[in-house]
């Protein structure tokens, strides 16, 4: 069973910051990408930042310069660094994994992780 397991949120004034890792277990195929979301409340979740096993990056608008994602791949680990962190920041940090399938990939999900920025 595939699980995905978070770590390294928590709380930090604004201009802060916070390394997020995920690690996932049970994996037996290789993982196409992998990456973070975030979801705060009353928002829908949006994509953060992901990785390709081949280093190809993606980052939403407001993290360039200010985040950055790695990857272990034979750890099959991806971290967040996240840097000049603002109060807009705040929000629930999901790890987010694709296995590329014929016909629809498989997608899995962490539980999860706080993320809080003060002002």
């Known amino acids: 069973q595939v699980q995905l397991v978070e770590s390294g949120g928590g709380l930090v004034q604004a201009g802060g910051s916070l390394r997020l890792a995920c690690a996932a277990s049970g994996i037996t195929f290789p993982i196409h990408r992998m990456g973070w979301y975030r979801q705060a409340p009353g928002k829908q979740r949006e994509l953060v930042a992901s990785m390709t096993t081949t280093g190809s990056t993606d980052y939403v608008d407001s993290a360039k310069g200010r985040f950055t994602i790695s990857r272990e791949n034979a750890k099959n680990t991806v971290y967040l660094q996240m840097n000049s962190l603002r109060p807009e920041d705040t929000a629930v940090y999901y790890c987010?994994?694709?296995?590329?399938?014929?016909?629809?990939?498989?997608?899995?999900w962490g539980q999860g992780t706080q993320v809080t920025v003060s002002s």
């Open positions: 987010h994994a694709v296995r590329r399938r014929p016909g629809s990939d498989a997608n899995y």
